[in-house]
């Protein structure tokens, strides 16, 4: 009888330490694959964790599309069924408007001007802003400023975008930037290799590293240096879980997501170079000096639309708009 005692309050003892074990670990979606932008933040921000915690905090990234795509991973969060995303701001749109105004075309003009005001007080009113719909708001890392790529031809001027079928991210602003630009804009989840492949588009838009990374330039002849929209991973924690983790636990995840965020932005800009000489040396032809006051005189009217009519997206994006001029 004794002994039988003894083995439940065994068992149960194991079982308790399991489920503390299996609490403690953090799911974290990611939706590209590894060596992208998102999965450097991720693979960063575990090392650190796991490491600051003394193994108290396991991370577990799911990548490569294993549990969905942008939008799924952020309903996900939202259900606590994942506990942080590495997510680019574009997909953000449909949940929370007001990260449109990151997405803004021609917005920033460098990137130590995105430092300054997304780790300012206008970066922190977006982050807080994410917990009206069950996110808590970290950081941002980058994909960085997105270039169009396609491959029927040469684009210099904003008249050069009409009629091309482009791939867009899940995000209404996307898509009106390029309906105003004269394209055919489709919005996708991403990944889309094969439709590039398969020529459903002519191109698409995004940072230097993807095309770099999921090698587009097997299947994309050319490139324009447009940055028209400075792209950052906006690094969240369901809020639902966020609010059972004690003050200090927040604070030490808060930090790695942060110190995460820095090392990756830098890594990023610091590749960038090197990046253009081996697009171009794969044979990608590259306009590097677009004319971009046609592109943006084609845009200009986008913050008088309805996507920028609620009032706090509004004075947002004009105090936005002021602080970067
Ligand atoms: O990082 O969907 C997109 O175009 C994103 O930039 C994608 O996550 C690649």
Redesign the pocket.
């Known amino acids: 009888m004794k002994k039988t005692f003894f083995i439940l309050l065994v068992l149960l003892s194991f079982s308790a330490v399991q489920i503390a074990l299996a609490s403690n670990t953090i799911k974290l979606g990611v939706?590209?694959k590894p060596g992208?932008?998102?999965n450097i933040v991720a693979e960063k921000f575990k090392e650190l964790l796991e490491q600051n915690s003394n193994g108290a905090y396991k991370v577990k990234i799911f990548h490569s599309k294993s549990i969905g795509n942008?939008t799924e991973i952020l309903q996900q969060i939202q259900m606590n069924t994942i506990q942080i995303g590495v997510?680019?701001g574009?997909?953000y749109d449909t949940f929370a408007p007001i990260v449109r105004v990151i997405n803004y075309p021609f917005l920033f003009k460098d990137a130590s001007q995105v430092d300054a005001i997304l780790d300012g007080p206008l970066g922190q009113e977006i982050l807080d802003d994410l917990e009206n719909v069950g996110f808590k708001g970290l950081s941002f890392s980058e994909?960085g400023f997105?270039n169009l790529t396609n491959n029927k031809h040469a684009v210099k001027t904003a008249a050069d975008v009409s009629g091309l079928k482009l791939?867009?991210?899940?995000s209404v602003l996307h898509k009106s930037i390029w309906k105003s630009l004269g394209a055919n804009p489709t919005p996708m989840?991403?990944?889309?290799y094969t439709e590039l492949e398969q020529g459903v588009i002519d191109g698409?838009?995004?940072?230097l590293?993807?095309m770099e990374v999921?090698k587009f330039y097997e299947i994309q002849k050319y490139m324009t240096l447009t940055r028209h929209v400075y792209?950052p991973?906006i690094n969240v924690a369901s809020l639902q879980w966020w609010k059972t983790l004690k003050t200090a636990d927040q604070e030490m995840i808060r930090k790695a997501m942060i110190e995460a965020s820095v090392f990756q932005r830098k890594d990023n800009r610091d590749k960038n170079g090197a990046r253009l000489d081996f697009l171009r040396e794969k044979g990608m032809l590259i306009e590097e000096n677009p004319d971009l006051a046609s592109f943006r005189a084609k845009v200009a009217g986008l913050k008088d639309m309805d996507l920028y009519k609620d009032p706090k997206v509004n004075t947002l994006l004009l105090k936005m708009i002021e602080a970067t001029k």
């Open positions: 939706v590209t992208s932008a998102q942008e997510v680019t574009g997909p994909n997105r791939r867009v991210m899940s989840p991403w990944p889309i698409q838009e995004n940072p590293w993807v999921y792209s991973h």
